[in-house]
């Protein structure tokens, strides 16, 4: 079935998926080239399926039925981040169809540029525990997650131990940060994999708390870490709370494997409407 058999039969307006990445294209290079490289965090063959220049991924997400997508980035050190925002900003302004995307780091000032992205109408928060290597409960954070909180803009958290732990990955930082914030907005990205359990039990712990779909369930990360069954009952009582995520364009499958491992999952058509469509237009408004 292809991605707009799939929305047809669904009866949705098209798809939300709150986990894409653009970048300034000397960073993507980077990334592409670690993939490339077999980086000591995947350890694996890792092929980009869409290397492709910036205005063909917008298009190609476009046919694919993507309504609202992300422009994911990370600073992985200090002095980075404002300037990824400032790029960001420009994208999501010549892209009506993203959703204006920001990030932060443990930094002084980071509380400055949170404000002012958030101020400038930034509508979801990237960051990248594995990447960045740094603890959620810095200090030099905490103003920032306050402000974070109080606006209620969800941010994307890469904070499971997959595809290799880091430092301050598991569900251990991320929920002392919620004992501390609990009104933040955390969409733990990948599923949490592989501390599945452990993060669907913070979602059912704090309101706030989604998870996103981004490469879990799929033959690729399956081989890897596969999803507990024992644990799908509780994907079904938090539907309202899975949303789609692809990490597109650094797949190394086609897009519509991401959309047929969630069909053969077997929760249901209005499960797959949430997931799919439903969810991220109410985070965001869309609708």
């Not at 990445?21 to 592409?32: E, R």
């Not at 990447?131 to 030099?140: A, E, Q, R, Y």
Request: aromatic share 10%; proline share 8%; glycine share 8%.
């Amino acid at each position: 079935m292809t991605h707009s058999e799939l929305v047809q039969r669904l009866g949705i307006p098209g798809l939300v998926d709150v986990h894409t990445h653009f970048m300034p294209q000397n960073v993507l290079d980077k990334v592409w080239s670690y993939f490339d490289a077999v980086g000591p965090l995947t350890g694996m063959a890792w092929p980009i399926t869409y290397r492709e220049e910036e205005d063909r991924r917008v298009a190609l997400l476009r046919e694919f039925g993507v309504l609202a997508f992300t422009s994911m980035l990370y600073p992985h050190k200090a002095g980075m981040a404002e300037w990824l925002n400032s790029w960001a900003a420009d994208f999501a302004a010549r892209t009506p169809d993203c959703l204006h995307t920001a990030t932060l780091y443990p930094e002084p000032g980071a509380t400055g540029y949170v404000r002012r992205a958030v101020d400038s109408g930034a509508r979801v928060f990237k960051v990248h525990l594995q990447v960045g290597g740094f603890d959620p409960n810095d200090p030099l954070l905490d103003d920032s997650w306050g402000l974070l909180g109080e606006s209620r803009v969800p941010v994307v958290i890469h904070c499971g131990s997959g595809p290799a732990p880091g430092k301050f990955t598991g569900p251990g930082p991320v929920g002392q940060l919620l004992a501390r914030h609990p009104r933040l907005r955390l969409i733990v990205a990948h599923m949490g994999m592989p501390e599945y359990a452990d993060f669907l039990d913070l979602a059912e712990r704090y309101d706030g708390v989604h998870l996103d779909t981004t490469m879990a369930f799929t033959d690729f990360s399956e081989r890897l870490a596969p999803f507990p069954v024992a644990e799908l009952p509780r994907l079904r009582e938090l539907q309202d709370r899975i949303l789609l995520g692809s990490d597109f364009p650094n797949i190394p499958y086609p897009y519509v494997h991401q959309l047929h491992a969630l069909e053969r999952l077997g929760l249901g058509d209005d499960w797959l409407r949430r997931v799919l469509y439903a969810n991220g237009a109410s985070l965001f408004s869309l609708a």
